[in-house]
């Protein structure tokens, strides 16, 4: 076996993100580059020295390469996998998988039938406060669970949609929607997670303030196979943009956060004060004089590379990626979901 695992990345917009990932994490080496873009590819191939090329079925011959990362437009990224499993290469897939499920199943089918592993980016359940809520959860800690809620108020000019690259943005064929299927899927996919699957949906969407064809606002009830309750809101239209705004509610306690700060941590029992305050102390809103060192935010946790190590990982030990297909397909199911809901106005219940 090679010293490093090859990589390779398709879809050089976000793509680039994964070039400096494969780049820095242990184990892996970006071999080459892909993208119809010249003026992409030609910035990557050059600052990585790495080869790149225009045609993805060039790329796929090249046998330096066992990872392909598929970073292309959301509707795209199944018809993407099933030409990589065929040439018998891993997989890491952006999110979301895809932008249909039955697509994403198809996918896991052939992937599995040839041996090849499929690894998703769903980063924000690698950052280390929404995983240490996962545990907490996971432990009973938190009681029953009652409501989780997941809001993303951002803001897109409609120069994002209008610009270069953007004529999939927004679209029902290669976007699956707009601020729910896009941007939102991070926030859906967590509070999926943190619930332990929906069972339930109602939504709401419509185009607001946009040029765009499928939703710039959506709106939803949910009701958790577990029980409880909860509600989500994406949208793209709220100038100038919010952080996202989780809060999640048990019997035993609550927790809120933005995407990147614990606001309140508060559980009922014994020691739960002074976890409460060591919870503050690393994730609540920063103090300046708070040390590197003391900061496990400061690691540089990027969950794109953690999942980069991961999949290396899985190839030597031959192994599962630690988010496959079958999870990271819920959230796109769940928006679906919601879509079908505002179409029929009627609640949609969950395969
Ligand atoms: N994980 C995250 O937080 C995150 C953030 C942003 C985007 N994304 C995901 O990344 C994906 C790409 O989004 P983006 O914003 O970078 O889009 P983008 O349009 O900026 O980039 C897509 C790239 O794919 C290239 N491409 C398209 N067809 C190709 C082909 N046949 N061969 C080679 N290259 C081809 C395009 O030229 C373009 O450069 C989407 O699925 C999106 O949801 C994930």
Redesign the pocket.
């Known amino acids: 076996m090679a010293a490093e695992v090859g990589f390779a990345v398709?879809?050089?917009?976000?793509?680039k993100?994964h070039c400096r990932s494969i780049d820095e994490g242990k184990g892996s080496r970006l071999a080459a580059v892909?993208?119809?873009?010249e003026e992409?590819l030609a910035q990557m191939r050059d600052k990585f020295s790495c080869k790149g090329y225009?045609?993805?079925e060039d790329l796929l011959r090249d046998d330096e390469v066992e990872v392909i990362n598929i970073?292309?437009?959301?509707g795209?990224?199944v018809e993407?996998g099933l030409k990589v499993v065929d040439a018998g290469k891993h997989i890491i897939l952006?999110?979301?998988a895809d932008i249909n499920t039955e697509r994403i199943d198809a996918l896991a089918k052939a992937g599995k039938a040839r041996g090849v592993k499929i690894g998703c980016?769903?980063?924000s359940r690698l950052e280390p406060l929404n995983a240490r809520i996962y545990d907490t959860i996971q432990s009973g800690r938190l009681g029953k669970l009652i409501g989780l809620h997941g809001h993303l108020p951002w803001y897109r000019a409609q120069s994002y949609f209008d610009g270069?690259?953007?004529e999939?943005?927004g679209t029902w064929s290669l976007?699956g929607g707009g601020s729910l299927m896009?941007q939102g899927?991070?926030t859906v996919d967590l509070l999926q997670w943190f619930g332990g699957g929906v069972k339930s949906v109602m939504g709401m969407f419509d185009v607001y303030n946009h040029n765009i064809e499928s939703e710039d606002q959506a709106v939803a009830l949910v009701r958790f196979k577990n029980g409880a309750l909860g509600t989500i809101y994406t949208t793209t239209c709220c100038f100038p943009g919010y952080d996202q705004r989780i809060t999640i509610y048990g019997s035993k306690g609550s927790i809120l956060k933005t995407a990147t700060e614990l606001l309140a941590w508060n559980i009922q029992y014994e020691e739960g004060e002074e976890e409460a305050k060591e919870m503050m102390r690393i994730f609540g809103p920063k103090d300046e004089s708070l040390g590197i060192s003391s900061d496990p935010l400061a690691l540089g946790a990027d969950?794109?590379t953690l999942i980069v190590e991961d999949m290396v990982q899985a190839i030597r030990e031959d192994r599962e990626p630690m988010i496959g297909l079958a999870s990271a397909r819920n959230a796109v199911e769940v928006i679906n979901a919601i879509f079908e809901s505002g179409r029929t106005r009627a609640e949609v219940v969950l395969e």
């Open positions: 398709v879809g050089l917009g976000m793509g993100h892909c993208d119809l873009d992409r225009t045609s993805f970073a292309t437009p959301s795209t990224h993407f952006e999110k979301p980016i769903f980063q270069p690259h953007g999939w943005k976007d896009n899927v991070h969950g794109h």
